[in-house]
């Protein structure tokens, strides 16, 4: 009976362990099924409405990606970074939102920015119409994209690829379509991956 016993509890563990290196290698095999497909909801960071009078429609072509330009900050929450975002945004500058669609923080926690209908900014030109623009936190001229930025970038960007039919050619780094230092080098070297269609 104690033998019985021991042998369904031994079934039952390799069936278990069975199925942890399965799961394991599917998530090496197809990165987009891991943890980062959670997107924070502009609720959950208490965002204030748009101001859409501000704001145009638009069709999306393309993937720009951005970095913030400042050292990853532990010390502040993401809700506290997306509201200054913000705040500058519609206060200093003359935009109806937040002029990224999605931000992905420190952590890879990926949050809803602006609507995705709508041009990432209408008055200044700095982003630019007909793109989604992905921004990271971080000076990636000075530091690493970390393992968890890299695993939602390359979820986030799989997801819109898809809802959109655009080809890996349609990723492009800020750099590659206007005169400045952003997303920084070290993120720029995976986003040429991913325009390739590589997995970073
Ligand atoms: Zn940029």
Sequence with gaps: MKVRQFYSIRVDLNSLLALIVLSGLLLCVFPQFAASQFILSRESWNAKPPITQRMKRHRIKEIVIHHIGFPKDGNKSIGQKLRKLQTHAQRNKP???IPYHFYIDMHGVIAEGRDLKYAG???TGYNPANRIHIVLEGDFNREEPGAKQRLALQSL?????SKYSLPASKVFGHGDRAPTACPGEHLHRLVEVLSRGGTI
């Design 157 to 161: 960007v799989g997801k819109m690829r």
């Design 95 to 97: 935009w109806g939102d």
């Design 121 to 123: 900014d209408t008055n």
